[in-house]
């Protein structure tokens, strides 16, 4: 089965503060993401990657930066925590095989900023 | 712009009664459409995906029908279990990428 992790379920910041968020994946995934969920929104796209070392920004990248040094692991990084950036973050990886779109999501990290 | 909606917040369903959840879409261009459902405390799970070049595909006890001319999709679960109380969300991804657009879920309570 494929496996998602995140290094936190729930985590409090400070305004100000840099967080990092990892994301790892045991499945060999060329693909990992990052979204943002809030209620009414659904989820929205933050950052991507297709590869190591290789990023492209989602639908709200602002504020928010990434990391892929390695094929496994993610990371999500607030530079600067904002309120505004309280939320549940999730994960993702899929494989860039073909017809291979589901993405396999974390179980999420809810994020406090205060 | 490209958007993905669902019409109803939240569904009340009586066990053993059939669900249906609708989704509309705009973007014409979008090639593959996935429904995932998302219980409490955990991150989305896959449910059933179809592409657009068909227009019903069929699970274990789920339907994802697909109306290309209205720009609709629709999930059925058959025979509602208190198991499928969840929030449910509709995503679409163009032919080329990977890249998903949600829509904002809908709340499944089922009605023992």
């Known amino acids: 089965d494929v496996k998602v992790t995140q290094s936190s379920r729930y985590l409090v910041k400070r305004t100000g503060e840099k967080v990092f968020l990892e994301c790892v994946q045991d499945?060999?995934?060329?693909?990992m993401f990052w979204y943002r969920q809030d209620p009414g929104l659904g989820l929205r796209l933050i950052y991507f990657?297709?590869?190591?070392?290789?990023?492209e920004k989602g639908d709200i990248p602002e504020g928010y930066s990434v990391s892929r040094e390695k094929k496994e692991r993610f990371s999500l990084i607030l530079e600067s925590a904002s309120t505004n950036q309280t939320s549940m973050y999730l994960c993702?990886?899929?494989?860039?095989?073909?017809?291979?779109?589901?993405?396999?999501f974390g179980p999420g990290t809810r994020l406090t900023v205060t | 712009g490209e958007s993905v909606g669902l019409h109803l917040p939240t569904l009340s369903v009586q066990e053993g009664d059939n669900s249906i959840i609708n989704c509309a879409y705009s973007?014409?261009?979008?090639?593959?459409f996935i429904w995932y459902k998302q219980e409490s405390g955990k991150g989305p799970q896959f449910i059933i995906d179809?592409?657009?070049?068909?227009d019903k595909r069929q699970g274990q006890r789920v339907t994802v029908l697909l109306n290309k001319t209205v720009k609709h999709l629709s999930l059925q679960i058959a025979a509602t279990q208190p198991g499928d109380s969840a929030v449910y969300f509709c995503?679409?991804?163009?032919?080329?990428?990977?890249?998903?657009?949600f829509g904002g879920g809908t709340r499944v309570l089922v009605k023992p």
């Open positions: 993702a990886s899929s494989s860039s095989g073909q017809g291979a779109d589901e993405q396999y």
């Open positions: 499945m060999d995934h060329e693909n």
């Open positions: 990657s297709y590869d190591v070392k290789m990023k």
């Open positions: 973007n014409s261009a979008s090639d593959y």
């Open positions: 179809i592409r657009s070049n068909m």
């Open positions: 995503a679409e991804a163009k032919a080329a990428g990977n890249k998903l657009t």
